[in-house]
């Protein structure tokens, strides 16, 4: 059983600059994402407590991969530069590999610190406890392994995207009939 009491006490030592480890992701948890289904099984990271707008979720450190390296094929590294094409990849440490992506509904963000290979995770808005935490992968739009996953997100943006707008055209036609 976990000590909820010890994890909280030593958000607060860490918050304080009392504990200084390069790698914390006690308030974060691995579980079976709500995401997957029963012919796609896969894992999530999830907020052990809940979370305010600007929390600092998780921190981390990435090692960065050898020169030559092909990310593109592998789901489980992280783009290590601004750069598109991107040439250099990372592995990072804590749950960071689990957080899945959306485009739409991201309540989290990596910002990331290529010169001393580090990483935050920071919510963007209030989270609750034992909700999935999501952010939008850097690298979706044009990674080859994302492929299938990004098809998938931007075809279901894209389907709400217009049947928001059909629904507010809809919506003024009827305000103008009635007036």
């Known amino acids: 059983m976990i000590n909820t009491m010890n994890i909280m006490g030593n958000s607060l030592k860490r918050e304080s600059g009392e504990i200084k480890d390069k790698v914390f992701c006690s308030d974060v948890y691995v579980s079976e994402s709500v995401f997957s289904t029963e012919q ?4 999530g990271a999830f907020a052990r ?4 707008e600007g929390d600092l979720i998780e ?3 990435v090692r960065v991969l050898p020169e030559g390296f092909d990310g593109n094929l592998s789901p489980y590294v992280f783009t290590w530069s601004d750069e598109i094409p991107n040439k250099r990849w990372g592995m990072a440490s ?3 590999t689990f957080y899945n992506t959306s485009i739409k509904d991201a309540n989290v963000k990596m910002v990331r610190d290529f010169v001393n290979n580090t990483f935050k ?3 963007l808005r209030d989270i ?3 909700e999935e935490l999501l952010h ?3 690298s979706l739009q044009w990674r080859t392994c994302f492929k299938e996953i990004k098809d998938t997100l931007n075809y279901n943006f894209e389907k709400e995207v217009e049947e928001s707008v059909n629904s507010t055209i ?3 036609i009827n305000k103008l009939e009635n007036n």
């Open 136 to 138: 939008t992968y850097k």
């Open 94 to 96: 804590g749950c960071a």
């Open 40 to 43: 796609n099984k896969f894992d």
């Open 170 to 172: 809809n919506s003024n």
């Open 128 to 130: 609750e406890q034992d």
């Open 59 to 61: 921190y981390g450190i």
């Open 121 to 123: 995770i920071i919510a």
């Open 49 to 52: 407590v809940s979370f305010q």
